[in-house]
Antibody
Framework: EVQLVESGGGLVKPGGSLRLSCAAS????????MNWVRQAPGRGLEWVSS????????YYIDSVKGRFTISRDNARSSVYLQMNDLRAEDTAMYYC?????WGQGTLVTVSS | IQMTQSPSSLSASVGDRVTITCQAS??????LNWYQHKPGKAPRYLIY???TLETGVPSRFSGSGSGTDFTFTISSLQPEDVATYYC?????????FGQGTKVEIK
C-alpha cells in the first residue's frame, strides 16, 4: 500500500523548534519529489517546501526561508522538515505529499 | 504566480453537473493538479497535468485547459463528493494553490 505517515508535531512556544518526519512506503521513494504543505486553521492549503529525489533541488516559500530546512534520507524512505524560530503564523496541520499520495498530517501549534 | 479559483463555494443537487475554474496569473502550460480534501482526511490527487485522471478516480471527474485557464468538472455530483477542491500549479516556485472551492449538496 502506498502510504506516507507524518510525525513530530506538537505544541511549541514562539521561537522554538520542531522536526517533522514523514515515512514513506509502497513506492520507489528516491524517484519522487517530496513536498511539505500546510493548512492553517480555517484556511486553504499552502505549499511550504519541496525537495527533489536526489536532494539537488530544494525550494521554500518565502515566509519560511532561513527558518525551515527540508531534507531526505532515501535509505530510510523518509523526508524531514526542521522548523526553527517558529511563529504563531506557522500554526497549521502539516502534510507530507509525494506525486502519488499525501499523508494524514501532523499538527503544529505555536503558542505561549 | 497567483491562482484564482472560483467559486469559493457552491451548493448543487445530486446528479448535477458542477464546474470549478482556476486561472493562473501567467502561462503555466498544463502544469496543474486538482485535489479533493475532506475534513480530517489526507488530500487526494484527482487530476494531474491538467486533464489526466489519477488511477482509481471515478470518471465523473474531469479536467481541461492549458496556459492560464483551467476547468474542473464533476459530471454528476454524488453525496460522497462533498469536499473542498483545490487546484495547484507546479510550473513555478512557489507551487501555489487556488483558494479552494467548498462543494455541498443542496
Amino acid at each position: 500500500e502506498v502510504q506516507l505517515v507524518e510525525s513530530g508535531g506538537g505544541l511549541v512556544k514562539p521561537g522554538g523548534s520542531l522536526r517533522l518526519s514523514c515515512a514513506a512506503s509502497g513506492f520507489t521513494f528516491s524517484g519522487h519529489v517530496m513536498n511539505w504543505v500546510r493548512q492553517a486553521p480555517g484556511r486553504g492549503l499552502e505549499w511550504v517546501s519541496s525537495i527533489s529525489g536526489d536532494s539537488t533541488y530544494i525550494y521554500y516559500i518565502d515566509s519560511v526561508k532561513g527558518r525551515f530546512t527540508i531534507s531526505r534520507d532515501n535509505a530510510r524512505s523518509s523526508v524531514y522538515l526542521q522548523m526553527n524560530d517558529l511563529r504563531a503564523e506557522d500554526t497549521a496541520m502539516y502534510y507530507c505529499a509525494s506525486t502519488v499520495t499525501w499523508g494524514q498530517g501532523t499538527l503544529v501549534t505555536v503558542s505561549s | 504566480i497567483q491562482m484564482t479559483q472560483s467559486p469559493s463555494s457552491l451548493s448543487a443537487s445530486v446528479g448535477d453537473r458542477v464546474t470549478i475554474t482556476c486561472q493562473a496569473s501567467q502561462d503555466i502550460r498544463n502544469r496543474l493538479n486538482w485535489y479533493q480534501h475532506k475534513p480530517g482526511k489526507a488530500p487526494r490527487y484527482l487530476i494531474y497535468d491538467a486533464s489526466t485522471l489519477e488511477t482509481g478516480v471515478p470518471s465523473r471527474f474531469s479536467g481541461s485547459g492549458s496556459g492560464t485557464d483551467f476547468t474542473f468538472t464533476i459530471s454528476s455530483l454524488q453525496p460522497e463528493d462533498v469536499a473542498t477542491y483545490y487546484c495547484q500549479q507546479f510550473d513555478y516556485v512557489p507551487r501555489t494553490f487556488g483558494q479552494g472551492t467548498k462543494v455541498e449538496i443542496k
